[in-house]
């Protein structure tokens, strides 16, 4: 009988705990700069979750930040339009018990949870106050989403921010995490302005992560979106390129994102564009080098039991300044590519290149899926890269 009664009690806690929800990140937007100074202001983000889940909580940054910043209050509500929100839903969002919160220098913070059920596709006006400003923000550079700033007192519980200014890129706010059924999981999208969406309409959810997300909701997963325009693989920034290298911001873009089961590795070009606009030999990468990045990356991805779905380079034959085309770095992209299509450290593969190509000109993007710099897609080019996600990616 106890035998009996210790396996039934076994079976209760492996249901109770396959059925205990958990938090999953549903939208991100990765650091990638210093920002202006700012004055005390008010400033309303609109962000579009994924996932959708019982609670949720938010993360700000102050990643470039040189000295602490105070931050609150801080609140979440439904958005009905522009800077207009259903005041019904507004809820006061709390650090530790807290109003406001002081975040040091390159830090970041997670809020308490907010008991405010979120849906899937479900659109949230966050609303940030600076009480003090603050000596230097920490952005996201290429927002694709108007921002609304009201200078002066707060307003954070305003319905409609009235004589804002506005912006479009991300200030403070880097990720919004829900409290989500079981099998809730993540896919990251890690990459540069291509992820990022560079060439997509603007407030209409066209980048290729975007409209992801939108397909894969119906089945518990979450697409983050990683990228960051100007980010190169394997070195960081220096003018004209943004942001920590994709290895060195691993843990804290993708692999520390709460659900993550896989990330879409999307990167390289930038490597390749360094060593054709730059001269000095540090900031040059062979084909050999970018692999080898990918092949590190990957390693430390399936140690933490995450998978990898890699994506082949775009062409860019005929770009313009301040980017270059040349036979050399042609001829790399071609090198990565092969790799990518044929190695068997990747856990899926998706041929972007093969699909968006000219067959006429392999190596220019087809005119109907450009944005007309050579270089990124347009809306139409970007719903083209979601559909060829693999099936894959809903595996747990």
């Known amino acids: 009988m106890m035998r009996v009664v ?8 492996s249901a109770w ?39 949720l909580r938010i993360r700000l940054s102050n990643a470039y930040g040189l000295t602490a910043v105070t931050i609150g209050p801080v609140r979440v509500a439904r958005r009905v339009g522009d800077a ?5 839903s507004d809820r006061v969002v709390r650090f530790d018990g807290q109003p406001a919160v002081t975040i040091a220098p390159g830090q970041s913070v997670v809020s308490d949870a907010v008991a405010l059920p979120v849906a899937t596709l479900q659109e949230l006006a966050i609303s940030l106050y600076l009480p003090e400003g603050a000596s230097r923000a920490s952005i996201h550079g290429e927002g694709l989403q108007t921002v609304y700033l009201a200078p002066g007192a707060d307003t954070t519980a305003a319905p409609v921010l009235l004589a804002a200014q506005t912006d479009d890129s991300r200030y403070f706010l880097a990720g919004v ?12 999208v890690l990459g540069d302005s291509i992820a990022d969406g560079v060439g997509a309409t603007a407030n209409a959810y066209a980048r290729w992560p975007d409209v992801l997300a939108a397909r894969l909701a119906p089945a518990s997963m979450a697409v983050v979106n990683a990228g960051i325009a100007g980010n190169r693989l394997i070195r960081d920034a220096v003018p004209p390129f943004v942001g920590s290298s994709m290895l060195g911001r691993l843990l804290r873009d993708a692999l520390d994102q709460a659900g993550v089961r896989w990330i879409v590795l999307h990167a ?33 991805a399936h140690q933490r039991g995450v998978k990898v779905c890699g994506a082949t380079l775009l062409p860019y034959g005929g770009v ?25 450290l990747l856990d899926a593969m998706v041929d972007f290149d093969a699909q968006l190509r000219d067959p006429s000109q392999p190596e220019r993007l087809l005119p109907s899926y450009g944005s007309g710099d050579h270089l990124h897609p347009n809306d139409r080019g970007y719903q083209v890269m979601a559909a060829l996600m693999p099936a894959l990616l809903l595996s747990h």
């Open 268 to 300: 390289g070009s930038n490597d390749i564009n360094a060593g054709d606009m730059l001269a000095t030999p540090d900031q040059q990468a062979s084909a050999q080098d970018i692999v080898d990045g990918m092949q590190t990356l990957i390693r430390r």
């Open 6 to 13: 210790v396996a039934l009690l076994c079976l209760l806690a």
């Open 84 to 88: 207009a929100i259903d005041p019904a």
């Open 177 to 188: 995490e829900v409290l989500s059924a079981s099998d809730a999981r993540a896919v990251v």
């Open 17 to 55: 705990s396959m059925a205990a929800p958990d938090w999953v990140s549903s939208w991100t937007a990765a650091p990638d700069s210093a920002g202006p100074a700012m004055q005390p202001q008010t400033i309303r983000q609109v962000v579009r979750t994924s996932a959708g889940g019982s609670q």
């Open 320 to 344: 313009g300044a301040p980017f270059v085309y040349t036979a050399a770095g042609e001829a790399k992209r071609q090198a990565v590519n092969a790799w990518i299509r044929s190695t068997s």
